[in-house]
């Protein structure tokens, strides 16, 4: 669409600017300047420089949670594109099935956080919920309380449970705008089904792709709520991701400078993703 | 060729089987939950349902979720009605980087803002208030509504406001009259996906609350971190939020996509 | 919120440079994108975007692998603005 400039457009959009600044540049300000500072309490600051920042940078600690996060990130993502895709391919595109498979796949989506934690908690139990029940009487040896492996693999697969449906839904959705025409011109010039999904599939989906998986690294790089309900970043810190890990040092052990240091760190870190997202997306808009 | 539907069916048996163990679980008796393991209830029992809905401690949870999430979404969809709407139809300085800076807010990790957000919220007086969570959830529900009605407004076309204007129609009038109605879809996805986020959420939720205003997720952690005592109880809370949800997918499930591609498919 | 000058300074700096932008933006429009070396289209103001981000991560990898103090991070940052401005 042409756009015409006219920068008292400015007035209709200040009323957000000024609701979201307000919750945005306020905290940010304090996070900044609590990151400089020690405090015992009391609003008593001592100026400290750059003191957290060269600890946090340094300490074992944040590189763990923060090689744990990007391990978790590129699993879920590995397991959950590839998934989200076949499911989308193989759905139908018409009839009253469509309705109730979109309903129930939408359905991990609309459940608290927590809920969905406390959900796959009960289901993992390993004597007396579903899955650690059936998984133990079938030999297996799971407790995903005690071992690390367990921990992992049901975070993973309830991570893969809670948003594959985004990936379906988008993939779906971008599936539908190709037009039956494409399909009958391929069936005609004999195209076999790889054929079809790379020439054909593949390129009309691109876009929603790209959102769906910058979505989904974005997301899982600051999950909190679900991996915290289950494992409560058990057994030891074997769960613990860099969210976890930074309500432990604010809230948990009270060091609001190392914790403010390292929020910013990451706040830089998803920025950069942010902006990679955003270019990525106006390109593939562009085209 | 007709073998495809095995592995949506097989994927939605998987999506539904943490779910079915949660709705039995809720059914049985604490007793029968530590005995061991079964698949269906064997002493069918509502008392967990009959404590949620007779004790206040447990309803209002529900009750003050709602009306955060109410408020919450009255809120971002109505702030963010006009700046969609200057998005899609101008070019103003800064508009391209003011657009990015709201997607910043929509992927700000909410963990970096619990404490800050306690203070601000404490110093305004607003702490353990319904509008305190509402407005907390704006930072990431505005720049959300904003994104998704923007992708809705695109795709009206210009000639509907020139022609409105050239009849004589002044701004707010058109808007509210010819143009809202005109997105009607877009504002009930819109609206969907800010009640769902600020339903969904529980790290903020919890955070700024206390007594007064303790959201049903928050009423939860009580009896999970008292592990295994009251777990019927828990399933049955746990299954009485799915139902909100479950009831709004119905309305929106043809555009659900449409809006997690914030306006873009 | 427990201000200091030095972090007050640095909001200031922040503020002071996007208004920069727009007065510049306002008396000598070139707002136009331009492709640079990355192969992406950029506006003045996603430059200074860049530059920023890019200074952020210059002194945390600065801090991270060589420690205080700063003024090698901080000549590199000044290289980096310098070299956004004019080749991307």
Redo the contacts between chains.
Sequence with gaps: ??????????W??A???L??A???F?????????S??E?FGD?V?F?E??TW??QV??SERFHASLMRQLLFTSMILAIEVP?GI??AL???RKGPWV?V???????????????VG??????ALP?????G?SLNSMGFDYNFTQQPVSAWMTTVVMDV?HW???I???C???LC?IPDAYYQAARIDGASGWAVFRYIQLPKMK??LT??IL?RF?DS??I??EPF?LTGGGPGNTTTF???D??KI??GQFD?GP?AAM?L????V??????V???L?M?N?AQ | MNRKWILPTLYILFLMLPIYGLLTMSFKTTNEILGGFSFFPQQFTLDNYIKIFTDPTWYNGYINSLIYVVINTVISVSVALPAAYAFSRYRFLGDKHLFFWLLTNRMAPPAVFALPFFQLYSAIELFDTHFAVALAHCLFNIPLAVWILEGFMSGIPKELDETAYLDGYSFWRFFIRIFVPTIAAGIGVAAFFCFMYSWVELLLAKTLTSVDAKPIAATMTRTASTSGYELGLLAAAGSLTIIPGAIVIYFVRNYIAKGFALGRV | MAWTWPTAAFFIVIVCSIITMGVWEKFSPGGNPRRGVFGIDTTRGDRLFISWLGTGFIHLGWLAFIGTPLWGALALAIGWFVFVFRKV
């Design positions: 669409m042409r756009k015409s400039t006219n920068q008292k457009a400015w209709l959009v009323p957000v600017l609701l979201v307000f919750n945005a306020i905290p940010l300000m304090t996070v900044v300047n609590y400089l500072q405090t609003n600051f100026w420089g750059l920042f060269e940078l340094r998934l076949a499911v193989s759905m139908p309705s498979c979109l309903v129930l796949m939408a359905l991990p989506l609309l459940i608290p956080w927590n809920v406390a959900m796959w908690n009960i289901f004597d007396i919920g579903l899955l029940y449970w594959t449906s985004l379906v839904l988008l779906y959705a971008g705008s876009r929603v959102i769906a979505l974005m790089f600051m909190y709520t309900v860099l969210s976890i930074l309500v604010a809230l609001l914790a929020s760190i990451y706040f830089l998803v920025l950069l993703i942010c902006w997202f955003y270019t997306m390109r808009e």
